[in-house]
């Protein structure tokens, strides 16, 4: 019922740059939260910054003052602005929306696919 589409990933060295970008579309009332997460190769998935629709944000330590997390209500959009990149931010990154279906309704959370971001020398 809700598809979210994440786009941006690929390879950079270190110090550069990437922007990631999310879009919900299908069923969608409101949105709640949406986050990103990341899981590296042999290791779980961990959250990397959530935005409420308010505009609250929070990060995870490891990319406090490189990264940065914004959200288009109207577009259902979220985006990952990525700076001073470093190899251990190598991962796959995937979106994640808490979403109701109508005025009243719970929150479902949903995935996106997952975009695979790559920083090596």
């Known amino acids: 019922q809700v598809e979210l589409v994440e786009s941006g990933g690929g390879s950079v060295q270190p110090g550069g740059s990437l922007r990631l970008s999310c879009v919900a579309s299908?069923?969608?009332?409101?949105?709640?939260?949406m986050a990103w997460h990341r899981q590296a190769p042999g290791k779980e998935r961990v959250l990397v910054a959530t935005?409420?629709?308010?505009?609250?944000?929070n990060y995870a330590d490891s990319v406090k003052g490189r990264f940065t997390i914004s959200m288009d209500n109207a577009n259902n959009t979220v985006y990952l602005q990525m700076n001073s990149l470093k190899p251990e931010d190598t991962a796959v990154y995937f979106c994640?929306?808490?979403?109701?279906?109508?005025?009243?309704?719970?929150?479902?959370?949903?995935w996106g696919q997952g975009t695979q971001v790559t920083v090596s020398s």
């Open positions: 994640q929306a808490d979403v109701s279906y109508y005025s009243g309704s719970g929150y479902y959370r949903y």
């Open positions: 935005i409420t629709s308010g505009g609250r944000t």
């Open positions: 299908g069923r969608i009332f409101s949105i709640r939260v």
